[in-house]
């Protein structure tokens, strides 16, 4: 099965844990970025910004990834939570696989362990996209779970 990591990271967990992955398991990686960045200052980041685009439900332009997806089996996307469910870059991200005919695999991280950001999170992206498969990946779990789990398939 082939597959790619997708990841968004802000403050830079969720880059260094899929770093990790990918030189540990050599999975092809590609990050999704704002194509205006948010602001270096958390609080603005994430009272002002973030803030914001969850509530208005704003899809951030993103930078082209330039790849085609339906050459993979699987996505696995990596991110934060974000205000108790994904960022709203993934939510673009998401919008533009209009035709992906795989599996999306959820792995997020968060500063508290609440497992309810987890079913936040699927519910929130099966409403974005009703003809993508998401599948529950990890929740706050460290490499070691992390490659135990992917390098199965
Ligand atoms: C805008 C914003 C919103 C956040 N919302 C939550 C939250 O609702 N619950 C939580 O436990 N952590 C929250 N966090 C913390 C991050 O999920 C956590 O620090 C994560 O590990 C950051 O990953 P990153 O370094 O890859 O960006 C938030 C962080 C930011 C910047």
Redesign the pocket.
């Known amino acids: 099965m082939k597959k790619i990591i997708v990841y968004f990271?802000?403050?830079?967990?969720?880059?260094k844990l899929v770093e990790k992955i990918e030189k540990s398991l050599n999975i092809k990686t590609v990050r999704i970025e704002r194509a205006t960045p948010y602001s270096s200052d958390?609080d603005t980041?994430?009272y002002v910004e973030?803030k914001e685009e969850w509530l208005k439900r704003l899809c951030p332009e993103i930078k082209p990834l330039n790849i085609n997806f339906n050459e993979y089996d699987e996505i696995d996307l990596f991110f934060?939570?974000?205000?108790?469910t994904y960022p709203m870059p993934i939510a673009t991200f998401i919008k533009s696989l209009n035709d992906y005919k795989g599996v999306i695999k959820v792995y997020a991280?968060?500063?508290?362990n609440?497992y309810q950001?987890m079913i936040n999170s699927l519910k929130d992206l099966k409403e974005l996209n009703h003809n993508i498969t998401f599948k529950e990946g990890l929740f706050n779990k460290g490499l070691n779970e992390h490659l135990l789990d992917m390098k199965g398939d």
């Not at 990271?9 to 880059?15: G, V």
């Not at 934060?80 to 108790?84: F, L, M, V």
């Not at 991280?109 to 508290?112: P, Q």
């Open positions: 990271s802000y403050s830079n967990n969720t880059k958390y980041c994430a973030a934060p939570i974000w205000w108790y991280n968060s500063y508290i609440d950001y």
